[in-house]
């Protein structure tokens, strides 16, 4: 899949996240659908840098998958700035990821989600960016309402 997709695709997903959770949180019943939405975009738009550098996505399949610590790390190596907040929030993602998918009891910390949202919007303002100096032709940026 092209750079362009992926970032195209992951800023429907963060969109979508930030209108649920700026706007309908209430109306749901858990907010797990919405953290999943902001880790997918997080996730699409890593690998669009990834792609945008080159990368083929049978090596983005197979050497770092949905491994967000992974796929962070493989962007710095090529020169994305990721800032100490926004790594550790990257670290959270990684180890949450999987129970914003499959329902899962008991109590467990968050993130907040308009640290999350923040985050997400950092992402794909500075991977938007890169790829634009790269002449891909991508949406634009919304910034988080948070």
């Known amino acids: 899949?092209?750079?362009?997709?992926?970032?195209n695709s992951a800023e429907s997903y963060r969109r979508a996240a930030d209108i649920l959770a700026s706007q309908h949180r209430k109306d749901l019943i858990s907010e797990a659908p919405i953290y999943y939405l902001f880790y997918h975009a997080a996730e699409l738009y890593l690998k669009?840098?990834?792609?945008?550098?080159?990368?083929?996505?049978?090596?983005?399949?197979?050497?770092?998958?949905?491994?967000?610590?992974?796929?962070?790390?493989?962007c710095t190596a090529r020169g994305l700035p990721i800032?100490?907040?926004?790594?550790?929030?990257?670290?959270?993602?990684?180890?949450?990821?999987?129970?914003?998918?499959?329902?899962?009891?008991?109590?467990?910390?968050?993130?907040p989600l308009d640290r999350l949202s923040w985050t997400v919007a950092s992402l794909a303002e500075t991977i938007g960016g890169h790829l634009r100096e790269k002449s891909f032709v991508i949406r634009r940026v919304m910034p988080s309402p948070f």
């Open 83 to 111: 800032a100490d907040d926004d790594r550790d929030i990257l670290e959270w993602i990684e180890n949450n990821y999987i129970d914003a998918r499959y329902i899962k009891t008991g109590t467990k910390s968050v993130v």
């Open 48 to 74: 669009s840098f990834l792609r945008g550098e080159r990368l083929t996505v049978s090596e983005i399949k197979t050497t770092l998958g949905h491994r967000f610590s992974a796929l962070r790390d493989a």
């Open 1 to 7: 899949m092209k750079a362009e997709i992926l970032f």
